[in-house]
Structure formats: C-alpha cells, structure tokens
C-alpha cells in the first residue's frame, strides 16, 4: 500500500513539472532573444529568468535560426511593474535610454501584445513572420533597434546585431553588451547611461552564450543601479 502511494505521489510530481514546463511563456523578467528578418521571418525564445541567468558565470542556451536567409538578432528582458530594462547593444558605447514616461509606455504597451501573441504557440520558442501586427518588429521595432522608442537614436542601431554572416557562411559568432537600467522611466540624465551587466554571444549554430564575469545575485537588484553601476565600472577597469 505504501509502496502505491509513493508511487502516485512520484507520478503527480512528474505530471506537475511536466505541466509547469508545457506552461512556459513569453513574459516580463524572461531574457528573450528575437531573431528576425525585417521582410521575412521572426524567431522568438525565451532563454529564461534573467537574474537567474545573471546570477551564473556562464549559461548557454539551444537555439535555431529557422528559415532565416539573413536577419537580425537581439534580446531583452522587462520588468512593467518596477520598470527594469535589459536590452543588448555596443560592446564599447553604453546604450542610453529615453527615459520619461514617453519612453518606456510604447515598450511596455508593445511587449504587451507581442508576450500574448507569441504565447499563442505556447512553450519557449515561436515562429512567425515579422510583417504580423502583434510581432516583434509590428509592435516593438518598426524603426530598427528603438526598442519602441524607449532607445535613443544613438544607440538604437547597436541594439540589434546582423546573422548575415554567421547564416551564409555557417561559422563564426557575434557578441553584444547586455545593458541594464534600474528604471526605464528615470528623468536623471547619468541613469539613462545603462549599466553592462553581461556579454551575449550568438553563434552560427542557433545557441547564445551569455557570460556575468561577475556573477550578479538576484538580491542585488534590490538595491538599485547604484551598486549594479560599481560591478559595471569594475569590469571597464578589468579591460583597461
């Protein structure tokens, strides 16, 4: 009898996290990477949690390009309660922000729709095409890179990366600066700079591999970009 119960309690354990994975979606604090032709196809995945993904040394995860001939990638994670922003940009010249409300309501609005339209296919992954309304070029990037707007026109380019290369020759990589900013809504000039908080390599075979040199705990979200602003400046003295 013992023996009948573990097992039934094994077996609705396994259903449970079978269910939770099934249940996986698109949604705010994921790390999503969108690779994507602007005149034809988009690929979405959620890569996972993203202070989770910050909070280890290295992580990589599976991926695909698809049907992709050419295209663009990038990745960015959001938080539309507390405001966090995580997006990708130059390895040398820090993105900046917007900030104001006027810069982050159009991503928040825009992630709004694109989440639930992706969610349609349910999981981790989505394939679609970047002409539909709800995608992540008709509701976050019709100018390429803008983030909706929440980018300055300066940076806004250096958000996204080309596959060109990588897709026609079948080799090679590219790497972006994961930024971060503490509140996407700020008015403070010097907290619109983000804050580099780790390095994202996409390789030629679909996988991306993200590198924290230092490690952030999820905790450390907790005490602003101040702290986040002195790992940032740590890692600038490393490479000089």
Do not use: H
């Not at 910050?54 to 049907?67: H, I, K, N, Q, R």
Request: net charge positive; charged share 10%.
């Amino acid at each position: 009898m013992l023996k009948k119960r573990i097992a039934i309690t094994l077996a609705a354990a396994m259903l449970t996290l079978s269910a939770s994975s099934a249940f996986a979606s698109f949604a705010d604090l994921e790390l999503i990477r969108v690779c994507y032709d602007r005149a034809g196809a988009e690929i979405g995945t959620d890569l996972g949690k993203v202070k989770d993904i910050l909070a280890a040394p290295t992580t990589t995860v599976a991926g695909s390009f698809g049907e992709l001939a050419t295209g663009y990638v990038v990745y960015f994670a959001l938080d539309r309660t507390t405001n966090e922003l995580w997006a990708t940009g130059s390895n040398t010249v820090p993105s900046t922000i917007t900030g104001t409300i006027y810069g982050l309501t159009g991503l928040k609005s825009g992630t709004t729709s694109m989440y639930s339209w992706y969610n349609t296919q349910g999981g981790t992954n989505y394939t679609g095409l970047a002409s539909d309304t709800n995608s992540y070029k008709g509701k976050i990037s019709a100018t390429q890179g803008n983030m909706a707007a929440s980018i300055t026109a300066a940076s806004r380019l250096n958000t996204e990366a080309s596959l060109a290369s990588l897709i026609t020759n079948g080799s090679g990589s590219v790497t972006q600066t994961l930024y971060y900013w503490a509140n996407g809504l700020t008015t403070i000039t010097a907290e619109k700079t983000g804050v580099a908080v780790a390095t994202i390599t996409t390789n030629f075979d679909g996988t991306t591999t993200i590198n924290t040199p230092t490690p952030i705990p999820a905790a450390f979200y907790l005490m602003g970009s101040g702290l986040l602003g002195l790992v940032g400046l740590r890692r600038r003295n490393k490479v000089a």
